[in-house]
């Protein structure tokens, strides 16, 4: 009895371990992503903010001011406005920003998240044939005079992932969706 019980329960954990299938992208997902990077019009919804564990956000993730659900090396940012858009030649971003200024010529307390506007310098996006999925990269200065280099990947399931590197701040990674850009916005 107890023998057939835990083959039962094996059975069970092994189709639980099971069911985190993949997405699967079809021919259409990846028909509309490369038609959203050939216009250059996305949207990409930032979820989740990946900085870099130094002794100061552990230092804040101890004293409990991270929101539910996060820890110190990914905070969950849904709550917040936070993306990075592509219109045309131009992008906008406003993100939270979780981490150490290394470096700060001006100080807007109004703006302590990253923001930008305008149109990017170097801006470079290329499928990649090996991994199935869109890099890309760009560098822009914001009103203020801090500079960005950003890079990312879009893939066909429509997740993203970038990576903002500052003149001023450490390094912080973004984790979300891609999505159409409404014309309105």
């Avoid at 990409?44 to 552990?58: E, F, G, H, K």
Wanted: hydrophobic share 40%; charged share 20%; with cysteine.
């Amino acid at each position: 009895m107890k023998t057939t019980l835990l083959k039962y329960v094996l059975i069970g954990f092994a189709l639980v371990a099971c069911g985190g299938q993949k997405q699967i992208v079809t021919a259409e997902d990846r028909a509309k992503l490369k038609e959203m990077v050939n216009s250059k019009s996305f949207y990409l919804d930032a979820r989740w903010a990946n900085p870099l564990a130094t002794q100061s956000i552990n230092a804040i993730a101890s004293a409990g001011l991270l929101p539910p659900g996060s820890n110190p090396n990914r905070i969950d940012i849904i709550a917040t406005a936070s993306y990075l858009k592509m219109r045309n030649d131009s992008v906008f971003a406003i993100l939270p920003y979780y981490g150490e200024r290394q470096f700060a010529n001006t100080y807007n307390a109004q703006q302590a998240g990253i923001q930008f506007e305008g149109i990017p310098e170097d801006f470079e996006i290329a499928y990649n044939e090996k991994k199935k999925h869109y890099d890309f990269r760009f560098d822009i200065v914001n009103g203020d005079g801090e500079g960005f280099n950003i890079s990312g990947t879009l893939f066909p399931n429509f997740k993203t992932n970038f990576f903002i590197n500052s003149t001023e701040r450490m390094t912080i990674g973004y984790w979300g969706n891609v999505e159409e850009l409404k014309k309105e916005e």
